[in-house]
């Protein structure tokens, strides 16, 4: 069993930027892909970016591509995802998911584990 906590939310200006982090619990943090998704209100959850369990391959969405960047800490079982150039459309409530076998996929239903959410809003 793994649990996983997010933080970092808040609210930010068009334009700005924030860094989200996410501890998973366990000794075996580095055998478990991460993933973040998000859920704006109206629509469905969707995938943002992954990075597998050595940290070697990453996945972005193309809405988000150039300017997120997903990284992870093995020694302190954290993940980051790193959120600039923010516009309002990135407003939603970012989750942190965690997927055993450390390959990374946008596929939501294989990831195991979720955290509470953070919510993240965009100012225009």
């Known amino acids: 069993q793994v649990q996983v906590v997010e933080s970092g939310g808040g609210l930010v200006q068009a334009g700005g930027s924030l860094r989200l982090s996410c501890v998973a619990s366990?000794?075996?943090?580095?055998?478990?892909?991460m993933a973040w998704f998000r859920h704006a209100p109206g629509k469905e959850r969707e995938f943002v970016a992954a990075?597998?369990?050595?940290?070697?391959?990453?996945l972005y969405a193309d809405s988000v591509k150039g300017r997120f960047t997903i990284s992870r800490d093995n020694v302190k079982n954290t993940v980051y995802l790193q959120m600039n150039s923010l516009k309002p459309e990135d407003t939603a409530v970012y989750y942190c998911?965690?997927?055993?076998?450390?390959?990374?996929?946008?596929?939501?239903?294989?990831?195991?584990?979720w955290g509470q959410g953070t919510q993240v809003t965009v100012s225009s």
């Open positions: 998911a965690a997927r055993y076998g450390g390959v990374v996929t946008t596929a939501r239903l294989r990831y195991d584990y």
């Open positions: 366990g000794r075996t943090f580095s055998t478990y892909a």
């Open positions: 990075i597998s369990g050595t940290g070697g391959s990453t």
